[in-house]
């Protein structure tokens, strides 16, 4: 008798936990998808102010407040004043060489340089 008690009492309690275990899952699953709609409307937001930020960023819109609120006037570039300014006279280049140390003890920069950067530079020097 002791027994069947102990048997029902066990089954009893894996049901308790085993609806424990269900309820546990269905309010996970609730809060995902209360997640997953709190996403989409920051999607939606997201759009919306992209859209906003692309319109109200375009040069014209850009110009245009510029001159209405802020009281610029367009560049006028007949008012250009170049002026000439004198360049100093540099060493000759048979000092400069003088001043160079010789081929020896000068380390050799093609191959000091690092090859990603040096396709970096031909690439840019491409255009």
């Known amino acids: 008798m002791l027994t069947y008690a102990g048997l029902i009492f066990a089954g009893f309690c894996l049901g308790l936990l085993t609806i424990f275990f269900y309820t546990q ?32 960023s375009s040069l014209e819109k850009v110009e245009a407040a510029a001159t209405t ?11 250009v004043l170049l002026v000439k300014v004198p360049v100093e006279k540099k060493e000759s280049v048979a000092t400069e ?23 970096f530079v031909n690439l840019v020097n491409r255009t």
């Open 25 to 56: 899952v269905q309010a996970t699953n609730y809060q995902i998808y209360c997640l997953k709609e709190n996403l989409a409307a920051l999607d939606m937001e997201t759009q919306e102010l992209s859209g906003k930020l692309a319109r109200l």
């Open 69 to 79: 609120r802020l009281g610029m006037v367009p560049a006028d570039y007949s008012n």
């Open 97 to 119: 060489k003088e001043n160079l140390p010789d081929r020896t003890t000068r380390p050799n920069y093609k191959q000091a340089q690092n090859w990603l950067i040096q396709a």
